[in-house]
């Protein structure tokens, strides 16, 4: 077999296993082994593994692409001038990602250091969530109490009650999420108890993964 052979049936390998990885994690979530995602691919977890050696690996070129969507539209968000109307438009957009991938819920929710390209971009959208929070307080049409940290508290809440497929939870989800936009608006009730410690938390959800 010719070398261009070679590197074209390659390519197309290497394709197969990441349209069968965004199915497979899509469906299942990320947690699913690498055998299931090679089956799928109808290539042998060898060949899986000579393109992508770690979990991580795959992580990253499965889900690099709708990471960077995720910070872009934070940074979108951040620049809004209606700071109430997109902080509630991203929050129900980002709840809602479980309801269409529940890989990419799950990313998005728990934490991932070995994987540099995917942490990039989570780190950046944190940031123009920040931008965003603090431009919505300055409004003063946010709570002052309402931390940039609760956005994982709120996608994991939601998440637990959607599941893809299922329209009535996927109702029940967006009710909930309803329930806590109007809770974050300023004066939407009484002052909120302590939250975890930012660096526990994001240890917690780093070890749940």
Not at 24 to 38: Q, R, S, T, W
Not at 67 to 74: I, N
Not at 111 to 138: C, I, N, T, Y
Not at 147 to 162: E, F, K, Q, R, W
Request: net charge positive; hydrophobic share 45%; with cysteine.
């Amino acid at each position: 077999m010719s070398e261009s052979k070679l590197r074209a049936d390659a390519a197309r390998n290497r394709q197969r296993v990441l349209a069968a990885a965004a199915e497979v994690f899509g469906e299942l979530g990320i947690d699913v082994p690498m055998a299931a995602v090679a089956r799928r691919a109808g290539v042998g977890i060898a060949t899986l593994i000579r393109n992508f050696p770690t979990r991580g690996d795959l992580l990253a070129a499965t889900f690099g692409d709708a990471m960077t969507g995720y910070a872009d539209r934070a940074a979108r968000a951040a620049g809004d001038p209606d700071p109430w109307t997109a902080f509630g438009d991203f929050i129900t957009w980002v709840c809602a990602v479980p309801q269409r991938d529940r890989g990419f819920g799950e990313v998005l929710t728990r934490m991932f250091p070995e994987v540099e390209a995917l942490e990039a971009e989570r780190q950046r959208g944190l940031r123009e969530f920040v931008r965003l929070v603090r431009r919505a307080k300055d409004a003063k049409v946010l709570r002052p109490d309402f931390s940039p940290h609760d956005l994982p508290l709120i996608m994991l809440a939601a998440g637990g009650v959607a599941r893809p497929g299922v329209p009535a939870l996927a109702e029940a989800a967006d009710r909930l999420v309803a329930y806590f936009l109007q809770s974050c608006a300023a004066g939407g009730g009484t002052r909120l108890p302590a939250g975890p410690d930012p660096r526990a938390l994001y240890r917690a959800l780093e070890s749940s993964s």
